[in-house]
């Protein structure tokens, strides 16, 4: 069994809190989406002093809100972005070997032909992609890809149209849950010793001499501290421009990009493999998702609210309509049972006019010391990190030693092997049910019996609501660093997803649950409800029409 599992609890927040005020560290970190927390965990890593600070939640934007999928990005190929495929493949598989094997696996995707001269091209492409990746030889366990007659393009996938399909290429990528892919990465920083401060906003920059020597936080309680830095990395996404702005006029511009995704029932399409097909404009993929179907994506300029972007009527449409000409049943909002959408930091560029043609390679600038990371694709968020520390270290003027994250198990994969192959063990020695177990490991890894340890004392733990026993929803505030209700409900489960109404008939229990953790009362406990049911609506808004 894995060890005692390091801990962001309240208790951990006030020690935090105390340890940052009126401190010096090597590393602040602005933002705590993947990018961010994977400086945190790179920094910390190299023997650096770090502290994350992250205004609302941990992967509370882009990073909850992303594909859900470790891939190398099958269509850069088409661009001739060889080598970020190259670099995400890599990564890709490193996330399913080593970094996470608990919370990404490989998974079958299908790519059906529906003219003669699709075949060999884009059978080139899905060649070209699996030589490569490096998935055989690190053990990463991606089958290679094959190719698949009429007959066998549908009897692997019964629900795509036959009078439409003229064959296929089944190949795999990597399936994540994102949200808790970034909170493993933030709380392996933090058994690092990086301090992790989320729920916390900079509010400005010290700067003397021109360059950036600390920070101004204020938390969502009113605690303001400042805490002075040998150097400050931006990885705020889609706000970068607006930190760089607190220290100087910024030499860049960030342009979002909206991504909007679609939860489908399990029965709405009959298919043992994801579907990858073109679209309009790009391409649509309608993945396999925890025994539901992830339908994706968009990709519009945003010039919106950046804190809550939403799901549109003509978003909702646009994905409808590219992936019914491929299935037999047409999906319809009655088979949606959620939505999200998410911004993509794009470096702006004043020669393209659509954010799908904007590069997804990621940038490192510094200016007035500041080290600013932006662009790039989750998958690659490791090599993100790198290379902002690698800056860093040179504002720092110190030689860092290289990067040892490649050989970093996150939390809950240092023992996988040990536990992954004992949920029957595990459901009879806590009195949970088997498929409870297995769901588990796939969230908690080697964490699995430290979170059904309360049930052995506490039975009624072992009660479930939406699918999720009530020790996983304690769990996410004395261990996971949630802190409200939509924390819970929408990025430690996914019951904001995939619960019918959004969770929203879940929401007033489970506020009751963790009020007397994170010390509301009753007003507060009302008033975390209400904010829940206004961040429901503003995603389900479009889903009935």
Request: aromatic share 4%.
């Amino acid at each position: 069994m894995g060890s005692e599992p390091h801990r962001l609890s309240p208790a951990d927040r006030d020690r935090v809190l105390s340890r940052a005020r009126g401190s010096h560290v090597d590393v602040v970190v602005v933002g705590g989406g993947i990018t961010g927390s994977g400086c945190a965990l790179d920094a910390a890593a190299r023997g650096l002093s770090v502290l994350l600070v992250e205004a609302g939640d941990l992967a509370g934007g882009t990073s909850s809100r992303s594909g859900k999928t470790a891939h190398g990005g099958l269509r850069y190929l088409e661009q001739l972005n060889f080598s970020l495929v190259a670099e995400a493949l890599r990564e890709r598989d490193l996330m399913i070997g080593v970094t996470a094997p608990h919370l990404v696996d490989a998974e079958p995707f299908l790519l059906p032909t529906t003219r003669w001269w699709e075949r060999p091209y884009f059978g080139a492409g899905v060649l070209a992609y699996d030589a490569m990746a490096l998935a055989r030889r690190r053990g990463a366990g991606v089958p290679a890809h094959r190719h698949l007659t009429r007959r066998g393009t549908l009897a692997l996938a019964p629900g795509l149209d036959a009078s439409v399909v003229t064959g296929g290429i089944r190949y795999h990528d990597g399936r994540m849950d994102d949200a808790r892919h970034t909170l493993a990465v933030a709380r392996t920083a933090a058994a690092r010793g990086a301090l992790v401060l989320s729920h916390a906003r900079v509010t400005g920059m010290r700067v003397e001499g021109g360059r950036v020597r600390g920070v101004a936080v204020r938390t969502a309680e009113g605690d303001e501290l400042e805490v002075s830095a040998g150097a400050v990395v931006n990885a705020a996404g889609v706000w970068a421009a607006d930190v760089q702005a607190m220290a100087g006029e910024p030499a860049f511009a960030v342009r979002p990009a909206k991504g909007v995704h679609l939860l489908v029932e399990r029965d709405a399409f009959d298919s043992r493999a994801g579907l990858i097909a073109r679209a309009e404009d790009s391409v649509i993929i309608l993945r396999r998702w925890y025994g539901r179907w992830l339908l994706g994506t968009t990709d519009t300029g945003y010039d919106g609210d950046r804190a809550s972007p939403g799901v549109d009527a003509e978003d909702v449409d646009y994905l409808l309509r590219n992936v019914n000409r491929y299935l037999e049943r047409p999906l319809t909002r009655s088979d949606l049972l959620g939505a999200h959408a998410g911004l993509r930091p794009l470096l702006a560029s004043r020669d393209t006019s659509t954010t799908s043609a904007l590069s997804r390679d990621h940038a490192v600038l510094t200016d007035h010391g500041m080290v600013t990371v932006v662009g790039g694709k989750y998958t690659t968020y490791r090599l993100m990190a790198r290379d902002a520390v690698d800056a860093a270290g040179r504002v720092l003027g110190r030689r860092l030693p290289p990067s040892p994250t490649a050989r970093i198990p996150l939390v809950g994969a240092r023992d996988w092997p040990d536990v992954a192959g004992r949920a029957a063990q595990l459901s009879s020695e806590y009195g949970v049910a088997e498929h409870h177990v297995r769901r588990m490991l796939g969230r908690y890894g080697d964490e699995t019996p430290h979170v059904l340890a309360p049930v052995r004392h506490d039975p009624g733990l072992g009660r479930t609501v939406a699918g999720y026993l009530l020790a996983e929803i304690r769990h996410a505030v004395t261990h996971e660093g949630a802190r409200t209700l939509e924390d819970v409900l929408a990025r430690r489960t996914r019951i904001a997803l995939e619960a019918p109404d959004g969770g929203l008939g879940q929401a007033p229990a489970v506020a009751s649950l963790v009020a007397p953790l994170l010390g509301w009362d009753g007003a507060g406990a009302e008033r975390e409800v209400a904010a829940y049911r206004a961040a429901v609506g503003r995603d389900r808004a479009a889903l009935g029409g």
